[in-house]
């Protein structure tokens, strides 16, 4: 990561993003002009208490919801344009998703599950095997393809996951608390598969979390307060900030 | 900065006829609980209907036969409709994780119309069967004159009520879940 910021791609725009939940009286604005820039290939978290609009730009950004107001760019692509079809074609090429409660399909095997995204992108089906089981063996379940997601536990649910995400080949990797179901040692484990993925791929990931093990591998970190991007973090200030505290 | 193109693909049909098979076959002890409620409506619907057509020494007159299959098409309705509705809410989550998965709209509908044209197949044609051919049979025996082609119809048309209910009742749910914001569908638990 040795080019300067003023040099890196930017994956993810989002430009006065206002979303607002309910109507009249009763309504909450989770979020409350959110403007941010995402580059191609780092490592982002986005932090918050419960209740920030944390999950709310997160789903923003991977056009699960769209905005009230303002608008959000996912390659120079505006999001709150795109027709139903189109959103689920960018969802199937460009972003790649890994929840927290893993969200496999139940009823297909490991296998299945990373292959599944292929298909809907037009892939032949030996070809999208082939690569589902290369998936399948850099995230260390290549033997248990034949599994269905109740035969497994929640770390190995985890990484299919985790090669469902980049079945693909997307443009961004969204992890909503990824380790947030999963004990201390296994949550570290799919860090430093995320990390990995991150250096050596070259996969831009994009994680909701308050996990503290994450954010030290993290490029840089969002702080979201009452529906607005309260403070930008980079590596390098944490870094210091560690440095000096010691 | 990369452009994406869009070009629409749908997936081959066999994806979705797979998908819908394997969630019959995973979930089976469940959809045959779903199917078992549907053949019990189409079963008492189809015997009341026996009733009327085999017109033996029944102490109703036609106005009544016709207000009880009135009445047992109404139950099998609400039955069918109900056992359908729970069964596609409770996915909604698996909904949204397709979506998110990159299906379009008609691929999910799609998936839920041919679950649901299977269970409504199998379980109408039993439950019409079985209402039809037990019925026939009390009534011969109490002197009723049953025919064939009477049965024949009675279980037909009980089949074909059968499946219309029952994918309507799937597929209205499902398009109202496909339609959804997948955060919104993501977010649903039940």
């Known amino acids: 990561m040795s080019s300067t910021v003023a040099e890196r791609e930017v994956v993810v725009r989002t430009v006065d993003v206002v979303k607002q939940y309910g109507e009249g009286e009763a309504a909450v604005r989770a979020l409350n002009g959110v403007t941010c820039e995402i580059y191609t290939g780092e490592y982002l978290s986005i932090m918050g208490p419960s209740g920030s609009g944390k999950s709310t730009l997160f789903n923003m950004v991977g056009g699960l919801d769209k905005p009230n107001e303002g608008s959000v760019f996912v390659n120079s692509v505006d999001i709150a344009q795109l027709t139903p079809r189109e959103l689920a074609f960018l969802r199937c090429h460009t972003i790649g998703y890994i929840f927290q409660t893993f969200n496999l399909i139940t009823v297909r095997t490991a296998l299945e599950n990373v292959t599944l995204p292929m298909l809907f992108a037009g892939t032949p089906p030996d070809e999208a095997e082939e690569k589902a089981m290369e998936l399948l063996t850099l995230v260390g379940l290549g033997h248990r393809y034949h599994h269905r997601p109740s035969e497994l536990s929640g770390g190995q649910q985890q990484r299919v996951a985790i090669a469902r995400s980049l079945a693909n080949s997307p443009s961004i990797v969204l992890a909503d608390e990824p380790t947030g179901n999963l004990d201390l040692k296994t949550g570290q484990e799919i860090i430093d598969l995320l990390r990995h993925l991150n250096s050596d791929r070259g996969v831009t990931i994009i994680s909701a979390t308050h996990d503290h093990k994450m954010l030290d591998v993290s490029d840089r970190i969002f702080h979201i307060r009452d529906g607005q991007l309260a403070k930008v973090e980079t590596r390098a200030e944490q870094d210091a900030l560690a440095n000096s505290a010691a | ?190």
């Open chain 2, 1 to 190: 900065m990369k452009q994406t193109t869009f070009k629409n693909v749908d997936p081959p049909f066999w994806v979705a006829w797979n998908q819908a098979k394997a969630s019959i076959r995973v979930r089976f002890f469940r959809q045959m609980i779903t199917t078992a409620g549907i053949a019990l409506g189409i079963a008492f619907f189809c015997s009341m209907q026996t009733i009327r057509v085999a017109g033996g020494p029944t102490v109703q007159s036609e106005d009544q036969l016709r207000w009880l299959v009135g009445t047992s098409l109404v139950m099998c309705l609400v039955g069918v409709t109900n056992s359908m509705l729970m069964s596609v809410t409770e996915r909604f989550r698996e909904i949204g994780t397709i979506k998110c998965l990159g299906a379009s709209d008609g691929f999910i509908v799609k998936v839920f119309f041919l679950e649901a044209l299977l269970l409504g197949v199998g379980g109408s044609a039993t439950g019409a069967i079985l209402g039809t051919g037990l019925m026939s049979f009390v009534q011969s025996n109490q002197g009723g004159h049953v025919t064939l082609l009477g049965s024949f119809l009675t279980a037909l048309m009980g089949t074909v009520i059968g499946v219309v209910m029952t994918v309507c009742a799937a597929v209205a749910p499902a398009i109202q879940a496909a339609k959804m914001p997948a955060a919104a569908a993501l977010r649903m638990d039940i």
